[in-house]
T-cell receptor, first 116, second 110 residues
Framework: GAVVSQHPSRVICKSGTSVKIECRSLDFQATTMFWYRQFPKQSLMLMATSNEGSKATYEQGVEKDKFLINHASLTLSTLTVTSAHPEDSSFYIC????????????FGPGTRLLVL | GQNIDQPTEMTATEGAIVQINCTYQTSGFNGLFWYQQHAGEAPTFLSYNVLDGLEEKGRFSSFLSRSKGYSYLLLKELQMKDSASYLCAVRSGGYQKVTFGTGTKLQVIP
């Protein structure tokens, strides 16, 4: 099946710093990428939908100036958590869907962020 | 908005069959997914239904009734490694976004 990678897999940072997370589709072109956040023992919460070459669409309650999303190419989307705070500590997971088959949405392995 | 409901927890015996239900309310429905998620890992794809009926894939089957807003995931011949959370997710709307339910934590016991 299709492969989606994320980097880094784990990051620890100080409060107030910014963290960039990369999401890559390795063997297909992803016209749409989704960013999710998952807190412990909770389900995935969609943060934003990113279409290549256009601005991301954010879900209600997600600050677009805090969570910057760039989908500059068909294989790469980035999420930057700006001025991170401890409450931003979470498991961030990206998902990608290709332009051809519409059936499946593939997930990256996730990035665990810990803000001290 | 969307509303996706599934039981929080279930327990089943190794070798048995378990059915995990999911009900949803949404507009612009365009498919329902089931994912498996082990603790600390990303979800892995199990099944996709867009038409009514049963889709069988090995030990796993998924059923959809669009008119009832209802789906279930059926796991047969349960194995200990099937202990995980099972997430029901609905795709809908113009952006085709996928929204997840809260997940059902399944514990398989000997």
């Amino acid at each position: 099946g299709a492969v989606v990678s994320q980097h880094p897999s784990r990051v620890i940072c100080k409060s107030g710093t910014s963290v960039k997370i990369e999401c890559r589709s390795l063997d297909f072109q992803a016209t749409t990428m989704f960013w999710y956040r998952q807190f412990p023992k909770q389900s995935l919460m969609l943060m934003a939908t990113s279409n290549e070459g256009s601005k991301a669409t954010y879900e209600q309650g997600v600050e677009k100036d805090k969570f910057l999303i760039n989908h500059a190419s068909l294989t790469l989307s980035t999420l930057t958590v700006t001025s991170a705070h401890p409450e931003d500590s979470s498991f961030y997971i990206c998902s990608a869907r290709g332009s051809g088959g519409q059936e499946t949405q593939y997930f990256g392995p996730g990035t665990r962020l810990l803000v001290l | 908005g969307q509303n996706i409901d599934q039981p929080t927890e279930m327990t089943a015996t190794e070798g048995a069959i378990v059915q995990i239900n999911c009900t949803y309310q949404t507009s612009g429905f365009n498919g329902l997914f089931w994912y498996q998620q082990h603790a600390g890992e990303a979800p892995t794809f199990l099944s996709y239904n867009v038409l009514d009926g049963l889709e069988e894939k090995g030990r796993f089957s998924s059923f959809l009734s669009r008119s009832k807003g209802y789906s279930y995931l059926l796991l047969k011949e349960l194995q200990m490694k099937d202990s995980a959370s099972y997430l029901c997710a609905v795709r809908s709307g113009g952006y085709q976004k996928v929204t997840f339910g809260t997940g059902t934590k399944l514990q398989v016991i000997p």
